[in-house]
């Protein structure tokens, strides 16, 4: 039995229904194939990137901490600002950005060492 510690990975998914559809059986196969070869114990939160859902999730005393957070979904950065920000879902699909306004933003317990953002498209996330 392996003695390394398990990272957990927080997968959000975001596909806005006036936006257009995120390829995400492909996604995942590229994703999966990618993992193939790590040699590493890990556990996938797998959530639909909906603001309320995931600001409680991360309010949560009891969740895992998690060391990589990886987006598929749509991004926006206007030419005029030095930076975007990923879409979120409303509850009925509508398109959401995340910010502090809607509570959905990086916990301080969370703003460590080693804690890793990978997206789909090379989005950054600004919290």
Do not use: C
Not at 19 to 40: C, F, G, I, K, Y
Not at 51 to 61: E, F, G, K, Q, T
Not at 88 to 98: I, M, W, Y
Request: proline share 8%; glycine share 10%; net charge positive.
């Amino acid at each position: 039995m392996s003695t390394q510690t398990k990272s957990h990975i927080l997968f959000l998914v975001s596909s806005p229904l006036a936006a257009d559809p995120v390829a995400m059986d492909t996604a995942l196969t590229r994703l999966t194939d990618a993992l193939r070869t790590v040699q590493a114990p890990a556990t996938f939160v797998t959530r639909v990137a909906e603001v309320n859902a995931v600001s409680a999730l991360l309010a949560r005393r009891d969740r895992p901490r998690f060391a990589v957070l990886h987006y598929l979904g749509h991004g926006y950065k206007p030419e005029d600002v030095s930076q975007g920000y990923l879409i979120f879902e409303d509850q009925s699909g509508g398109v959401r950005p995340p910010g502090p306004a809607t509570g959905v933003h990086r916990p301080q317990s969370d703003t460590r060492a080693g804690t890793g953002i990978s997206g789909g498209r090379g989005h950054g996330l600004p919290f």
